[in-house]
């Protein structure tokens, strides 16, 4: 109960003299409040981890159905352990900002109602306890809606990977043709030369097993020796063997770039890709209402003090903070005085203050007199030992 009570910044020793009510009423608030830092330190976390985990396919990275593959479980252990630290001071700011938001808050008027001057006053802190929820809901969301988000992601992931696949082989394919453009006429040459070397080995196999090689025969085999040392002296071309070179990189080049096709397709898998999921899956009406749930949590504090009515606490604690002034000589005479825009303003004693200004000036005074009074002495003095030997106080030059 204690916790509780220190998180809505209460006092221990004012509520463990006051009414059951007032004790409860604390709890609740510090539960709130606790509550609202433990939400989020597992947003925080689950955010740090989707942000920086290990991308990959969006269905197959989280499978955890026992009996797809087994027991597998693609949690990341390192990015999980800093995830944890990560949530736990994330949680721990938001529930600092909530207690100062909550324990800065005043009780208004002392009546359940919440005037407009009230509300005024609490909207600064309305709004930065907006933000912090839109913070803690955003997360959430995405974990609530995971699944579907995996199988929306999981398109999108296919459909990016084919358009890179696509973008690459089209860059590719235009520079092989560049430099294949350079040989063309070679490699025309090689093809017609290969086209009428398979025709004369097969003349010459023909002649072989119709009588042996006859005349003709030994003309193919020359024509076909020809054609091969043509095809070698193309080939052997430092021309041709760098634009060949140079074409055996740019597939290779290609193939290695097609084959990070699916790990670029992988990194289509941050937070905020998710967050747009989400609402594209939800809707924006689910979507709204999981960010108004926070909303309610995160505000009702802020909220509940300003309806709060004065209890025994309320008197106990105001008591005591008079005590304390009176204690301290500290006197304040409320609506005292008007401003220069007419506003009643309180006027602020301080009478310690005042006692010890005083002494300081009545010391100083005594100061002051008591030197003045020295000086004189002392000039008396000076006067006497003159008309005693004056020549003392005299010299000739």
Same mark, same amino acid.
């Given at each position: 109960?204690?916790?509780?009570?220190?998180?809505?910044?209460?006092?221990?020793?004012?509520?463990?003299?006051?009414?059951?009510?007032?004790?409860?009423?604390?709890?609740?608030?510090?539960?709130?409040?606790?509550?609202?830092?433990?939400?989020?330190?597992?947003?925080?976390?689950?955010?740090?981890? @989707?942000?920086?985990?290990?991308?990959?396919?969006?269905?197959?990275?989280?499978? *955890?159905?026992?009996?797809?593959?087994?027991?597998?479980?693609?949690?990341?252990?390192? *990015?999980?352990?800093?995830?944890?630290?990560? !949530?736990?001071?994330?949680?721990?700011?938001?529930?600092?900002?909530?207690?100062?938001?909550?324990? #800065?808050?005043?009780?208004?008027?002392?009546?359940?109602?919440? @005037?407009?001057?009230?509300?005024?006053?609490?909207?600064?802190?309305?709004?930065?306890?907006?933000?912090?929820?839109?913070?803690? #809901?955003?997360?959430?969301?995405?974990?609530?809606?995971?699944?579907?988000?995996?199988?929306? /992601?999981?398109?999108?992931?296919?459909?990016?990977?084919?358009?890179?696949?696509?973008?690459?082989?089209?860059?590719?394919?235009?520079?092989?043709?560049?430099?294949?453009?350079?040989?063309?006429?070679?490699?025309?040459?090689?093809?017609?030369? $290969?086209?009428?070397?398979?025709?004369?080995?097969?003349?010459?196999?023909?002649?072989? #097993?119709?009588? !042996?090689?006859?005349?003709?025969?030994?003309?193919?085999?020359?024509?076909?020796?020809?054609?091969?040392?043509?095809?070698?002296?193309?080939? #052997?071309?430092?021309?041709?063997?760098?634009?060949?070179? $140079?074409?055996?990189?740019?597939?290779?080049?290609?193939?290695?770039?097609?084959?990070?096709?699916?790990?670029?397709?992988?990194?289509?898998?941050?937070?905020?890709?998710?967050?747009?999921?989400?609402?594209?899956?939800?809707?924006?009406?689910?979507?709204?209402?999981? *960010?108004?749930?926070?909303?309610?949590?995160?505000?009702?504090?802020?909220?509940?003090?300003?309806?709060?009515?004065?209890?025994?606490?309320?008197?106990?604690?105001?008591?005591?903070?008079? /005590?304390?002034?009176? $204690?301290?000589?500290?006197?304040?005479?409320?609506?005292?005085?008007?401003?220069?825009?007419?506003?009643?303003?309180?006027?602020?004693?301080?009478?310690?203050?005042?006692?010890?200004?005083?002494?300081?000036?009545?010391?100083?005074?005594?100061?002051?007199?008591?030197?003045?009074?020295?000086?004189?002495?002392?000039?008396?003095?000076?006067?006497?030992?003159?008309?005693?030997?004056?020549?003392?106080? /005299?010299?000739?030059?």
């Amino acid at each position: 109960m204690r916790l509780f009570w220190k998180a809505a910044g209460a006092d221990r020793f004012i509520l463990e003299r006051s009414t059951y009510g007032d004790q409860i009423k604390y709890v609740c608030l510090g539960g709130i409040i606790i509550a609202t830092g433990v939400m989020a330190a597992i947003a925080g976390g689950y955010a740090f981890y @989707t942000i920086f985990a290990p991308k990959g396919n969006a269905i197959d990275s989280f499978k *955890t159905v026992q009996g797809v593959v087994g027991d597998y479980d693609s949690t990341d252990i390192p *990015t999980a352990l800093i995830s944890v630290v990560f !949530g736990f001071i994330w949680g721990a700011i938001i529930f600092n900002i909530d207690r100062f938001i909550v324990t #800065s808050t005043g009780k208004g008027d002392g009546t359940e109602a919440i @005037t407009r001057k009230e509300l005024v006053g609490a909207l600064p802190r309305i709004i930065m306890g907006a933000i912090i929820a839109l913070t803690i #809901s955003k997360p959430v969301e995405i974990r609530m809606f995971k699944t579907e988000i995996d199988v929306a /992601l999981h398109a999108k992931q296919i459909q990016q990977e084919q358009r890179y696949k696509s973008e690459i082989e089209k860059v590719a394919n235009s520079e092989i043709e560049k430099k294949q453009n350079i040989i063309r006429e070679q490699l025309n040459r090689i093809s017609r030369l $290969d086209s009428i070397s398979t025709v004369r080995k097969a003349d010459i196999a023909y002649e072989n #097993s119709h009588g !042996g090689c006859s005349v003709k025969c030994i003309e193919f085999k020359n024509q076909l020796a020809a054609n091969q040392a043509e095809v070698s002296a193309i080939k #052997s071309d430092p021309e041709f063997i760098k634009v060949k070179r $140079d074409l055996e990189n740019l597939e290779n080049d290609k193939l290695n770039k097609l084959k990070e096709s699916g790990k670029v397709a992988a990194g289509l898998d941050g937070l905020l890709e998710r967050i747009k999921l989400a609402h594209e899956e939800a809707g924006w009406i689910i979507s709204l209402f999981v *960010t108004l749930l926070f909303m309610t949590i995160e505000l009702t504090p802020i909220f509940f003090k300003l309806m709060l009515i004065k209890s025994p606490y309320d008197y106990m604690e105001e008591n005591i903070k008079e /005590l304390i002034k009176a $204690d301290k000589g500290i006197e304040i005479k409320h609506n005292y005085y008007p401003d220069g825009e007419g506003i009643e303003r309180d006027l602020i004693i301080n009478h310690q203050v005042l006692r010890v200004l005083k002494e300081k000036v009545q010391l100083l005074e005594a100061q002051s007199q008591l030197s003045n009074e020295a000086i004189n002495v002392w000039k008396n003095k000076k006067h006497t030992d003159i008309n005693n030997n004056t020549e003392s106080y /005299l010299s000739e030059e």
